[in-house]
Every structure is written in structure tokens, then in C-alpha cells.
């Protein structure tokens, strides 16, 4: 890995709960995408390659090619590593997820590993001192009464302070994390109840306005930091999975066959159903490697789009887009072209019997002038 800087920026690490610091609570989080079968992978290609290609869109629209910064990179799986290593004399990955950064850099070539930064740190200003404050609270605390009652005061004082520091980019990437960022510090404590006091966090009668007040602060904490890190004449590029399904399941049984039915023409279109009277038994083989991935894939999203379109209650929100757009117009920021939405199939052979699939949605924005 020749020339590659490793930057700790996290500081000193936090002491451990249970056993954990701030970047091994990332890094065993990062241990369930980092150990998803590959059979399931396979089903993730038409999302990687969209995301993409999405991706390099907006990097032609920017104005430089100095800086890329990829906050949330992660593993990199639905970002052109390797291209924009070529396309920019700076490639800075950004996550509290150090391994999986690092092996996100097996996409690099060798001979461009040294324009790459891996920085180990925080992209808010609050996620690290906020489970550093959990932590103590549950250490001082002798039992779930008395910890919930300083999660209260947590909770009270939840405040974003300065965005971290990073040099300013020509295109910034966001892809698949702000809506991840609240649930990192809400599994922390969940986590810490659990193992301190065995109890779940939704025994604490504030446990839902801790998570909505998270997410609010999350979107104003990243807009802030994607309006201050993206340069004049560059672009910032935002994705994230904004619905998951199929969410009221018990329901999606009554109507599945309404929505196979229209989907009938498709599914014989694929191949997958030979007539209309076979798609029942041809839908309940699908994941029985009888098909291609691919073209099981698209047979999943077709059905996803029926059912999005025979009603959205098939479809749990995950981020409140109208509080994402509000912030970016207080910050500045200003579309570019139109928004894109594709499906993820993250567990496709759920998708029919759990929350099985994720509705991307992405943006391309710029700094108003
Ligand atoms: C769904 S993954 C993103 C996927 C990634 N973009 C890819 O292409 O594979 C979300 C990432 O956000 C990171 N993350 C979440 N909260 C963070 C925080 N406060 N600071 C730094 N990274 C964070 C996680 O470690 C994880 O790698």
C-alpha cells in the first residue's frame, strides 16, 4: 500500500463499553455488510452499477478535479473507487469503519493508492461525544430507571456542534449513510441497556423521540457539513435509501395476488412464469437459483413497483425528505437535474416475507450563487 496515509483522526479513542471503543463498535457493525454472501451480492449489481454511474454524472458536472471526498465510504461498493482515483489528483475516504475502508481500497489500482487518504473519523459533530455520554451514563447508572433517566438529560441537551474538518472538494459523496448515522448511536445505547441491565431500549417511554430527535439532527448536521465541504462550482452527490419493504406485511399477503397479476406480463416477459395461471407458484420459486440473479432481480423490482403503486403503506419511510430538501435550501444548496430512485434488493429473498428491499433515491446538488 505504497504511499497510502493512514489518518487517525479520531483522537484518543473512547474507553471501551462492553468491551468496545468508538471504531471497534463501527468495525463489528461494518462485520455484517463485510459478511454478506456472495449469493446475495449477486442480486446487488443493477444497484452498485446504477449508483455508479450516478456517481461519475456528477463528477463530469463539476467545475475541478482536485478533491473528491466520499464521506461514509465504508466498503465502497456502490462508489467508483477506482475512477475517481483517476479522474482527481485527490481521493479522501472518510468512515469510523477503518477495515472496511481498507478493504475498499482493493478497487484502487496500485499505482494510484497514493492519492488516496483513509481518514477513521467522525462525519458528524455529535454521533462520537454522544455515545461516549451513553457510555458513561449506563457505567454511572445501577439500573434501567436511573440509566434512562440520564439518557433524558441526554437527550435534552442533544445539540450539533462544529462540523468536523475537512478540506473543501469539487465533488462531495454521500451515498447510503445520512439515514444510517442516527441508528448507530440509537443501537449503542439499545445495545448498552441490553448487556448492562437486560432490558430493551423501548422499555424507556422516550425511546421514540430520542431516534426522531437523532434523525432531525442528523440531517441538519450532514446538509451543514456537505454545504461547507463542497466547493464553489462543485457538486455534491446524495444518496440514500429512503423506504424500506414490504413493511405491513400481513396485508401485502391479501394483495399479493392482485399485484402478481398485474406484474404478469412482465414476469412472462422475463421468462420467469409461462402464463398467467403459473406466476403464484413462479414468484414462490424465485431465489432457488432456477434464474439468473439478474433476471430474478428485475422480477423482485417489478413486483416491488406494483405493490408501491397498489399502496405505499407497503413501504416504511426512512428519511423525512421534506425536513433533507428544507435544510438544503437554509444551507444553500440547490439541485441540479433531476432526483433518480432504483431499488436495492439488500435481502432479496426476504423481499416478498420481510423488509427486503430499499428504495434509493439520488441527488445532485451545487451551491447556490
Ligand atoms: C450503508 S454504509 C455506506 C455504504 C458505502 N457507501 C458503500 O459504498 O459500501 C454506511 C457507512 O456509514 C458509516 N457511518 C455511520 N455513521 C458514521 C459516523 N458518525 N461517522 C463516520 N462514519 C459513519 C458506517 O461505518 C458505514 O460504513
Redesign the pocket.
Known sequence: MAGLRLLLAVGALLPPILGQGLEEF?DA??DI?RGTAPETRLYWQSH?TT?RERILQAADLADGTRIVT??????????PLAELARRFERLIL????GR??LQ?LRQVPTELRARVDLKV????SF??PLIEQIEQAVEMSSTSEEAFERFGVILDGLRAGDPPSLPKSDLV?S???LS??P???FSYAAQAAEARFGVTLQTWDRSDQFFRRLVELSIEDHVELLAELVSPGGVVYFSD?IARGLADRPRAEAIRRAVEARAAPDLIGLGIADSAAGVTSAVNALCRAKHSPATEAEAFERLLAQFREADGRFFEPLLPIGELGDQCSKRGLELRGDPESWWWLAYPCKVLREAGAFLVSSWMLELRN
Do not use: Q
Request: hydrophobic residues 50%; aromatic residues 6%.
Open positions: 463501527f457493525s461494518g455488510v452498485l449508483s466520499v464521506l461514509g465510504a465504508g466498503l465502497g461498493m456502490e462508489i472518510v468512515d469510523l469503519d472496511s475502508m475498499s473519523m467522525d462525519v458528524t454521533a462520537g459523496v451515498s447510503l449513510l444510517e448515522i441508528r448507530y448511536p435509501t
